[in-house]
C-alpha cells in the first residue's frame, strides 16, 4: 500500500463514463465523480479504465496514446487487447480494444454480453501488467465491472492481494444473472469457488461483487434503506448480511455543464436573478413541438427512459384527466414499445396539448429543462435519479414520488420551504392529486411559484460533498 507521503493511487473501472460514452445515469456519475474528485483533491492519483467502443473512436483516437498489445485469457479463451491512454481533466483513462467484442453500434444488449464484460474486467488487470499502475483502491460500478472484485480475490489475490475494493450499485434490478453451466466456461471460476457468485443456482455477478468487495455503495442513503428491505430485487438478504460495508452516498450533478446561465443549447440563458427570460424558452419549446403559444398553460415534461419502474404506467392512467387541465405535455425519451406507441398516438391526438420526442437527445432535454414549468418523475423505484436535480437548476419544478434518491433530493414545498411536490402512494390518484397542488400553484399564487423555482435553482446538488465522501472511503480502506 501507499507510503503516508504518497497520493492515494484510485482506479476507476466502468463500462461507460461522460464526456467518452453515457447511455444512461452511470456514465455521467462515473465521469462527473472522477472530474470532481481531481478538483477537490490533489493527493488523489486518478485512472479510468473503460472499453473503446465504436461509438466514440473516431473522435477521440487521434488524442490516444497507444501503450502496446497484451493477452486476456478467458477459461479456453485467448484474446488480445489493445490498450490506449488519454487524460482527461485530470484523470488518466485507459481505453480496452478489442474490435470483436466492442467495435460494435450499443455498448449493451448483445447475447454474449457476459462473455464481453468478463473479458474486459480481466483485461483490467492486464492494463495493469502493462502500466505497471498499482492502485491503492479499485472501484468498479455495476454488474458489468462485478467480476473485477471476485477476480481480485480468486485468480490475482496472490499478485494484487493488497488492492483494495468499492463497488457501487447504481441500479440493482440490473444483476448480470445468467445459466449455472456458463460458470467455468464463460467466466473462469472454478466448482470450489461457485459460492461467490452463485444465487437462486444462478450466476449472479451483481452478487460476486457485494461478497467479495471490501465496500459497497450505492446512489442515496434511502436506496441504501430500501434494497435491505425489500427493494433488492431477491438481493435484500445478501445485502442485509453484508449491511456492514454498505453505505448510500447521494450522486450530484455537474452543474457547470447543467447551467441555464451558460447552456449552449438553450434558446435564451438565464439565472435566479432574471427569470422572466426562462418564458423565452418556453415559448421556442412550445414551437419546437408544434404546440400553441400558451404562456399561463403549466407546460409539464418528462424526460426519462420509458419502462414502467419509472412510473410511466401512472402517467398514461392519468393522461386523459391532466389533459382536461390547462395544461401542455412533453415527453422525451425511449423505452418499452407499447409506452412509446402510447404516447406518439397521444400526440397525434391532441396536437395542442401534446409533443412527444421518441429518441435520446441532449440537446432537446436542455430545452426541455429550460422551457418546461414542471417535470414528472412518479418512479416505483429510483436508486438516486439525476432529471429532478437537473429541473431544479433550471427553475423547473419537479413532481416526484418519494423513492430512493428523489425523497432525498427533493422536498415538499407544502410547509413554505422546499423544491418541488412530493408525493408517496404509487397510484395515479395520488400523482393527480399532487399535480393538481402544482397546477394551483402555478395558476393561482404566481410569486409563490416563482419563490419555489428560485428555491429549487438555488438547491446545492454539487460534487462537492459526495466526492469529498468518497474520498474519505478510499482513505479508510488504505
Avoid at 186 to 203: K, P
Amino acid at each position: 500500500m501507499s507510503n503516508e507521503n504518497e497520493r492515494l493511487k484510485i482506479l476507476s473501472v466502468v463500462s461507460e463514463v461522460v464526456p467518452f460514452i453515457a447511455t444512461g445515469g452511470m456514465g455521467q456519475v462515473a465521469g462527473a465523480l472522477s472530474s470532481a474528485l481531481a478538483e477537490t483533491d490533489s493527493q488523489l492519483d486518478l485512472r479510468t479504465v473503460v472499453p473503446l467502443y465504436e461509438q466514440f473512436r473516431c473522435k477521440y483516437e487521434s488524442q490516444m496514446k497507444f501503450l502496446g498489445e497484451v493477452p486476456v485469457k478467458l477459461a479456453w479463451r485467448g484474446i488480445m487487447f489493445k490498450i490506449y491512454e488519454l487524460a482527461h481533466q485530470g484523470v488518466i483513462y485507459y481505453f480496452v480494444d478489442n474490435s470483436h467484442y466492442f467495435g460494435r453500434e450499443n455498448a449493451y444488449g448483445y447475447y454474449d454480453d457476459g462473455e464481453r464484460f468478463a473479458l474486459f474486467s480481466k483485461a483490467v488487470f492486464a492494463v495493469l501488467e502493462l502500466t505497471g499502475f498499482v492502485p491503492d483502491v479499485i472501484h468498479a460500478h455495476d454488474w458489468q465491472t462485478a467480476l473485477v472484485p471476485v477476480y481480485l480475490k480468486t485468480r490475482y489475490a496472490d499478485k494484487y492481494g493488497s488492492i483494495r475494493t468499492v463497488f457501487t450499485i447504481h441500479n440493482l434490478e440490473y444483476q448480470g444473472v445468467y445459466a449455472r453451466d456458463t460458470l467455468t466456461d464463460v467466466f473462469d471460476l472454478y466448482e470450489e469457488e461457485a459460492g461467490l457468485v452463485l444465487y437462486n443456482n444462478d450466476v449472479n455477478l451483481m452478487k460476486g461483487a457485494i461478497v467479495c468487495a471490501d465496500k459497497i455503495t450505492t446512489v442515496s442513503p434511502s436506496y441504501a434503506e430500501e434494497i435491505k428491505s425489500g427493494g433488492g430485487y431477491g438481493l435484500d438478504a445478501m445485502l442485509r448480511e453484508n449491511s456492514y460495508k454498505l453505505t448510500g452516498i447521494i450522486n450530484g450533478i455537474d452543474t457547470k455543464v447543467n447551467n441555464p446561465e451558460t447552456d449552449p443549447m438553450i434558446s435564451m440563458n438565464y439565472t435566479v436573478d432574471n427569470l422572466e427570460l426562462k418564458a423565452i424558452n418556453k415559448e421556442k419549446l412550445q414551437a419546437l413541438f408544434g404546440l400553441p403559444q400558451s404562456p399561463r398553460s403549466m407546460l409539464i415534461c418528462v424526460v426519462s427512459r420509458l419502462v414502467s419502474h419509472k412510473g410511466i404506467d401512472l402517467i398514461t392512467y392519468i393522461m386523459d384527466d391532466m389533459l382536461k387541465q390547462d395544461v401542455q405535455f412533453l415527453l422525451l425519451g425511449t423505452g418499452d414499445h407499447e409506452f412509446q406507441l402510447y404516447f406518439e398516438e397521444k400526440a397525434v391526438t391532441n396536437r395542442d396539448k401534446v409533443g412527444v420526442s421518441i429518441a435520446y437527445n441532449p440537446e432537446i432535454a436542455s430545452k426541455i429543462y429550460a422551457g418546461a414549468d414542471a417535470m414528472l418523475m412518479p418512479s416505483r423505484s429510483e436508486p438516486c435519479g439525476l432529471a429532478q436535480m437537473i429541473a431544479c437548476r433550471y427553475g423547473t419544478i419537479p413532481i416526484v414520488r418519494k423513492t430512493g434518491g428523489l425523497g432525498d433530493t427533493i422536498k415538499d414545498c407544502r410547509l413554505g420551504v422546499g423544491n418541488g411536490f412530493v408525493f408517496e402512494e404509487y397510484s395515479g390518484a395520488a400523482l393527480m392529486k399532487t399535480i393538481n397542488k402544482a397546477l394551483d400553484l402555478y395558476t393561482n399564487r404566481e410569486d409563490d411559484w416563482k419563490n419555489l423555482m428560485r428555491e429549487a435553482m438555488n438547491s446545492d446538488f454539487g460534487w462537492d460533498i459526495s466526492a469529498k465522501a468518497y474520498a474519505s472511503l478510499y482513505r479508510e480502506l488504505k
